[in-house]
C-alpha cells in the first residue's frame, strides 16, 4: 500500500510539472507579440512628439515676429507723434505772447 502511494503522490508532482510547461510557452509567445506592438507605439509617441515640437517652434517664431513688428510700431508712432508736437521753446512763446 506504500508502493502504491508514492507512486501515485510521484506520478501527480510529474503530471503537474508537465501542464505548467505549456502555459509558460504561450505567454512568451504572446509577450514578444505585444512587445513589438509596444516598440511601434513608442516609435509613433516619438515621432507625434518630434512633430509637436516643430509645430510648438514655429508657432514660438511667429509669435516672436508678431511681438517685434507690434514695437516696431510702437515706436514709429512714439517717435512721428515726438516730431510732430510742438518744441518747449515753441509753447514758452506762445504763453508768453498771451
Do not use: W, Y
Amino acid at each position: 500500500m506504500k508502493k502504491l502511494g508514492f507512486a501515485l503522490i510521484g506520478a501527480t508532482a510529474l503530471l503537474t510539472a508537465a501542464c505548467g510547461r505549456n502555459e509558460s510557452d504561450t505567454l512568451n509567445e504572446s509577450a514578444t507579440d505585444n512587445s513589438a506592438e509596444l516598440n511601434d507605439l513608442a516609435g509613433n509617441a516619438a515621432a507625434d512628439a518630434a512633430a509637436e515640437m516643430e509645430a510648438l517652434g514655429n508657432q514660438k517664431a511667429e509669435i516672436e515676429a508678431e511681438a517685434n513688428a507690434t514695437a516696431n510700431t510702437a515706436i514709429e508712432a512714439a517717435h512721428n507723434e515726438a516730431e510732430a508736437s510742438t518744441s518747449p521753446s515753441e509753447v514758452e512763446d506762445n504763453v508768453q505772447g498771451m
